[in-house]
């Protein structure tokens, strides 16, 4: 936009002056419009005029080459180096789009008048709402403010990490194991949710009830009953039409922590995210404890109640 602007200002305001005068300022002008103020801009709108012919011989076409190709080649570059050497959420649009994406118990399970403290949606409405520019976006601006907020808790609270709370001892089964024994498992144990984990111990997914339901059709004449005791039995013929082992119906996504890991990071995940427990692993990603809702819980408990003592 700043490449047109300059170029239209070279070829028709004869005057140097008046021409980088307006080019400038028009080029600022439509960034604030778009929110997207960037001074460098402002020099991609002057070079037309500054240069004289040996630019507004080009015509418009300046815009393509060289600025376009030079654009491109910026953007590709520093998305690689955002994304994939930073490990940012960069560009902020292509990250919202991802979220959209996602499974629905990946993101927030909880209606945003019921979250507590500052959400998204405040933060763009006092930004929409502010006579000032600021040059950051909401997403950011959000994100910086839960970093402030759980830096603000870590200092506050004892440094307490997953290790200090997690269950130890950790009921888990492999890939291939038959459904039927994991189901077994499940029933006896009164679990929710077990890990899968593969020969060295390292955590690939996870098995939840909702696992052994999904696959039920509940338009089906059978009964529920009916249904879930022919899927959860083992066939006993080579060929079978249904998945047999856990790996089959097990959850791949699965969120892991290091077992150093501050507890003020379980208060996201579990809160806003809705995940009701959480594997953690040690320094070589091996299964190594699991961490309930009710186990964060009892420890800030325990905290409050110290204090108070």
């Known amino acids: 936009c700043s490449a047109f602007i300059g170029i239209s200002c070279a070829l028709n305001i004869a005057e140097t002056a008046s021409s980088a005068a307006v080019a400038a300022g028009a080029s600022v002008l439509v960034m ?27 015509g418009y076409s300046f815009m393509l080459v060289p600025v376009g190709i030079n654009v491109g ?5 520093s998305i ?19 979220a959209k994406n996602q499974r629905p118990d990946e993101t927030a399970s909880l209606n945003n008048n019921h979250k507590i403290g500052i959400t998204t949606e405040d933060i763009e409405l006092a930004l929409k709402n502010s006579n000032s520019f600021v040059d950051i976006t909401a997403t950011e601006l959000s994100q910086l403010l839960s970093s402030a907020e759980m830096n603000t808790f870590k200092r506050i609270r004892e440094d307490i990490c997953c290790a200090d709370i997690m269950v130890r001892k950790v009921i888990s089964v492999e890939y291939g194991t038959e459904v039927e024994d994991a189901w077994k498992l499940i029933q006896t144990k009164k679990l929710k949710a077990m890990p ?27 009964s529920l009953q009916d249904q879930f005791r022919r899927f959860i039995r083992r066939t006993a013929k080579i060929e079978t039409n249904k998945p047999e082992a856990v790996g ?14 501050h507890i003020v990071e379980l208060i996201p995940l579990m809160s806003l995210q809705g995940h009701r427990q959480i594997p953690i692993i040690n320094e070589e990603h091996r299964l190594v404890g699991m961490v309930y809702q009710a186990n964060l819980v009892a420890a800030l408990y ?3 109640l110290a204090k108070a003592l």
Not at 41 to 50: G, Q, R
Not at 80 to 98: F, G, H, M, T
Not at 204 to 220: E, R
Request: glycine share 2%; net charge negative; proline share 6%.
């Open 32 to 58: 604030l419009l778009f929110r997207c103020l960037h001074p460098p801009a402002t020099a991609t709108a002057l070079a037309p005029v500054m240069a004289g012919e040996s630019i507004t011989s080009l």
């Open 73 to 77: 080649l910026m953007l590709i570059l």
């Open 80 to 98: 690689i180096i955002n994304r994939w050497v930073l490990n940012r959420d960069y560009p902020n649009a292509l990250s919202k789009v991802v």
């Open 196 to 222: 899968v984990v593969d020969s060295a111990n390292r955590v690939i997914g996870i098995l939840t009830w909702h696992d052994f339901f999904k696959y039920i059709n509940l338009n089906a004449y059978d």
């Open 248 to 261: 089959h119906i097990m959850t791949p996504y699965v969120v892991t922590l290091p077992e150093t890991t």
């Open 302 to 304: 325990n905290q409050e």
